[in-house]
């Protein structure tokens, strides 16, 4: 990980993103009243997203567990869908 300050990484913009991108590191670029701004790599960047995405689900999951524990769930019916042989390929 890196710290810098705006100015520094302002004037070696190329060689921190080149740091970024090919050798996997975090640049923090410090700034005045606390406003620090993080760059990370795009995979590292997909790779938190997906994480979070995860967590949202499981906690929507556990929800549903929940709920269900609490016998607070309904029961339906499946309805039969007959697909027409245009939209057998889509299906």
Do not use: C, P, W
């Not at 100015?7 to 590191?25: A, C, I, M």
């Not at 701004?37 to 790779?47: F, G, W």
């Not at 949202?56 to 019916?77: C, I, N, P, T």
């Amino acid at each position: 990980m890196l710290a810098a300050n705006y100015s520094t990484v302002r004037t070696r913009f190329k060689e921190y993103l080149d740091q970024v991108t090919e050798e996997n590191e975090t640049v923090i670029i410090t700034r005045k009243n606390e406003k620090n701004a993080v760059i990370i790599s795009m995979e590292d960047y997909n790779a938190m997203a997906k994480a979070h995405r995860n967590a949202e689900y499981e906690a929507m999951l556990e929800e549903s567990r929940a709920q269900l524990r609490a016998g607070q769930v309904q029961e339906h019916e499946l309805i039969e869908v007959e697909v027409e042989d245009d939209e057998k390929d889509f299906y």
